[in-house]
Structures are given as C-alpha cells and as structure tokens.
C-alpha cells in the first residue's frame, strides 16, 4: 500500500492532528485497520506518534478554525505597516513616528510585534530565493571580517579585507590592523592591480566608512568614499539590511580564508601574512574547483571582462589630524606614541596614516615615519630622533624591537621614558 507523505509541519498556531484534512484523518485509521503499528503509521506519514494516537481515539474528526489575535488598536494601520515595512528596513521605530503622525495612539510594542514577522517572512522569501548569478566583469563584493593571528610572537586582533569577483569567484585578501577609511581604499587599489582591473559595480553591506545615517529611510554614502568610486569609474551598490545572499559570495570569502588559510599559522609581520595570503590564493583558492560554479576560479577569470585600469595614478585621500609634539618630543595618536626629531618640540603637526603606516608632517614636510604599532600603550621610538638631545643614553632593558620597523626604530613601553618627560633634555 502506498501512502501519501504531504502531511503539514506548521504548527505554530494549531495542533499537529487538527490540521489534518478529512482524507490524511481518514488514512491513518484505515492504516490502523489493517494492522499497522502507531509507530510504523507515524513513520510512513511523517507525524509525531502521538499525533497518531489523537486521531484513533477521537470518535470523529474536529475542523481546525485558525484564529488570528490582531492587536484592534492597530488594524486600521496594517496595510499601510505591510507596505512600507520593506522600505524602511523594518525599523519598527521609523514606522512608528509615521503612523504616530497618521492617528496611531497605540504603543511602540504593539507595533513592534506586528513588524517581527513581516520581517521573519521576508528574511525566509530572501533565503528561498534563487541565487543570483552575474556576467563577466558587471559585480565585485566586497567585506571585512576580523580573527586573532599570531604576529612576531604575539597574538592580534587583525581585519581581513576580501575582495571577490563575483562571476570568476576570483579573490583577493589582505590583512590590515583597521578598517578606516583610507585603509579601505588602500586595499581597493591593490585589489584592482592585484586584478589588473575593475568591474562595473562593487556590492557592499553597511560599514560607517562607507554609509552615513545607517538605519534611517535612505542610507546616504559617505561623499569622501563616493570621490573615489568616481574617481575610478564604478558604481556602489549598497547590500540592504535583512538580505545577507545578496552579498553571500563575499561572506563566503571571507569563511574561507579563516577556514582554509589561517589556521595553525603564525608570521613575523603583517607583511609575512599578507605576502602568505597572496601566494595561497594563487596556489590554493585560484586552483580549486569551486562548488558552485564548478570551475576554478583561474579558468573562469580568463572570461572576466574588467574595465582596464590605464594610466591613472593612485586616489590621493588627504586625511589629517593635527597633534601637538610633546616635551618628549612624542606625538600621541590612537593611544600610541610616535617620536620625531627634538627640534619640533612643542610644535602642531599632522598626522596622517594610511595602510598601517603612520607619517607626521610638519608645515607640509615629512619629518617622520613609523610603522603602525599593533598594540596599543606603545612607544615607537626611532634613535635619531634625539640625537644631541639627551645628556646621557637612557638604560633601556631589553628593548622589544617592531617588526616591520627598521633595526633602528624600536617599540618600547610608556613607563620606560618617564625620565625624559621629567626633563633629562639640554635644550
């Protein structure tokens, strides 16, 4: 005897046997009839044993009357919650105001309620929908995800820039210690020579360095980001809040690179890393067979139609922040501090730091250069700095050195110098 499976699941507002139609109802008890046990009738149909129990008990079937508890206060207000939901990204709050300006008297947990599954039900139609595919050269995604590495000896927190094309599946990843705005159009220059070109659109999800007023009606591009796509000739598209597979491609990519490439590694710098990471790519994530696609991300490239890069020079982001030298002759930023030359003591600079490299100006000149430190509460000293400065060398016990600094630039404690700040200078 064959027996139907299409029996439903849906229980949340009723129970499993009274959701039964007349002819499932019907079926379990004439296979009850002809000798089948409860647990062999519930595993042929896919129902729960007691479920079978309920119905060969019960004298007659009772109709199932699904009931609805809308909140009255409220329903008047439906029609228009449903319509403009999906357009204010659910915000339960924006909705609010509105309906509050349309004769709405009710309370925000009321509405907020209401909203919940209109925003469940969209996230399941956004899950159910099918994948969206791009031609050659039209889409990147690009995203950030963050993991602890182990970088000269000591474990830290780095960002993880992924750059992915989304017809070839072609990646690029670099390893950086933030994810400012300059940092991020660093790593968009060398994702475009690292691709020897760019596509017509790039998707991303909502960073503060690229979207202004997030959460509002209509998320506004930061202008300072926008320059740089004009710059380079390609369109943003901003990834909408509640639809993660429209930038499943990226998020994919970075899963990857912490799955596959990061563990069990340690590096002496983030150079090593990225230097790593790129030499991965071409060995191992250019040359797999991707699941989805069901080619190598190197033979799908070659049909990559990428608008080429030409003679352009790099974008040029001025981004300065004025700093006062210390007696020290130490300039603070981001909870570090950086040495320049004694003679500026006690003068404005500007400070500027771009993919990890930090550089104090002063009236327009280069007066110093360090590597970012990867910690904070450091010192990076370079020696030259105070030459003819101190009357005698400052003991410094085992001096820890930077790892991307040069032999004579060194990273040292805040408590080491307390010397200096009290005064052993000659002017």
């Keep these: 005897m064959e027996h139907s499976k299409a029996f439903p699941h849906e229980l949340i507002h009723g129970r499993e046997d009274e959701m039964l139609s007349q002819d499932q109802w019907s079926e379990i008890r004439l296979m009850a009839k002809s000798g089948m046990s409860i647990k062999q009738i519930a595993r042929e149909l896919d129902i729960s044993k007691n479920t079978v129990r309920r119905v060969l008990r019960a004298t007659e079937r009772k109709p199932y009357n699904r009931t609805f508890k809308k909140p009255g206060i409220l329903d008047s207000f439906l029609p228009f919650v449903q319509a403009r939901?999906?357009?204010?990204?659910?915000?339960?709050?924006?909705?609010?105001?509105?309906?509050?300006d349309k004769g709405y008297t009710g309370g925000y947990t009321t509405l907020r309620q209401a909203v919940k599954p209109l925003r469940e039900n969209f996230i399941k139609a956004e899950a159910a929908s099918v994948r969206f595919e791009t031609p050659p050269g039209h889409q990147a995604q690009v995203d950030w995800g963050t993991s602890w590495v182990m970088i000269g000896g000591q474990r830290v927190k780095l960002h993880i820039f992924v750059f992915v094309l989304c017809y070839s599946r072609s990646i690029y990843v670099e390893f950086t210690t933030d994810e400012k705005l300059a940092t991020l159009i660093s790593c968009h220059e060398k994702a475009f020579r690292w691709f020897g070109g760019l596509t017509e659109?790039?998707?991303?999800?909502?960073?503060?360095?690229?979207?202004?007023?997030?959460?509002?009606?209509?998320?506004?591009?930061?202008?300072?980001?926008?320059?740089?796509?004009?710059?380079?000739?390609?369109?943003?598209?901003?990834?909408?809040?509640?639809?993660?597979?429209?930038?499943?491609?990226?998020?994919?990519?970075?899963?990857?690179?912490?799955?596959?490439?990061?563990?069990?590694?340690?590096?002496?710098?983030?150079?090593?890393?990225?230097?790593?990471?790129?030499?991965?790519?071409?060995?191992?994530?250019?040359?797999?067979?991707?699941?989805?696609?069901?080619?190598?991300?190197?033979?799908?490239?070659?049909?990559?139609?990428?608008?080429?890069?030409?003679?352009?020079?790099?974008?040029?982001?001025?981004?300065?922040?004025?700093?006062?030298?210390?007696?020290?002759?130490?300039?603070?930023?981001?909870?570090?501090?950086?040495?320049?030359?004694?003679?500026?003591?006690?003068?404005?600079?500007?400070?500027?730091?771009?993919?990890?490299?930090?550089?104090?100006?002063?009236?327009?000149?280069?007066?110093?250069?360090?590597?970012?430190?990867?910690?904070?509460?450091?010192?990076v000293i370079n020696p030259d700095h105070y030459k003819g400065l101190l009357k005698r060398p400052v003991p410094i016990k085992n001096p820890t050195s930077f790892e991307h600094a040069s032999p004579d630039v060194e990273v040292r404690s805040l408590d080491i110098y307390e010397a200096i700040a009290g005064g052993g200078f000659h002017g």
């Design 201 to 379: 659109e790039i998707l991303y999800d909502n960073p503060r360095t690229i979207v202004l007023d997030r959460g509002t009606e209509r998320a506004r591009i930061n202008p300072r980001f926008h320059d740089f796509c004009r710059y380079y000739g390609f369109r943003p598209r901003l990834c909408r809040p509640y639809r993660a597979r429209t930038k499943g491609k990226v998020e994919s990519g970075v899963k990857y690179v912490k799955r596959s490439f990061l563990p069990g590694q340690a590096f002496s710098s983030i150079d090593h890393a990225n230097e790593q990471v790129q030499e991965w790519i071409r060995r191992v994530a250019d040359q797999r067979l991707h699941g989805t696609v069901h080619e190598r991300p190197e033979e799908r490239f070659l049909r990559e139609k990428l608008s080429p890069l030409g003679d352009r020079d790099g974008y040029v982001l001025q981004t300065f922040e004025v700093r006062k030298v210390a007696s020290d002759c130490l300039v603070c930023y981001e909870a570090n501090r950086y040495s320049v030359p004694w003679r500026y003591t006690r003068q404005c600079v500007d400070v500027q730091e771009s993919n990890g490299v930090v550089r104090i100006y002063y009236r327009g000149q280069l007066i110093a250069e360090h590597q970012k430190a990867l910690r904070k509460h450091q010192m």
């Design 85 to 100: 939901a999906p357009e204010v990204n659910f915000n339960a709050t924006t909705l609010f105001r509105e309906i509050r």
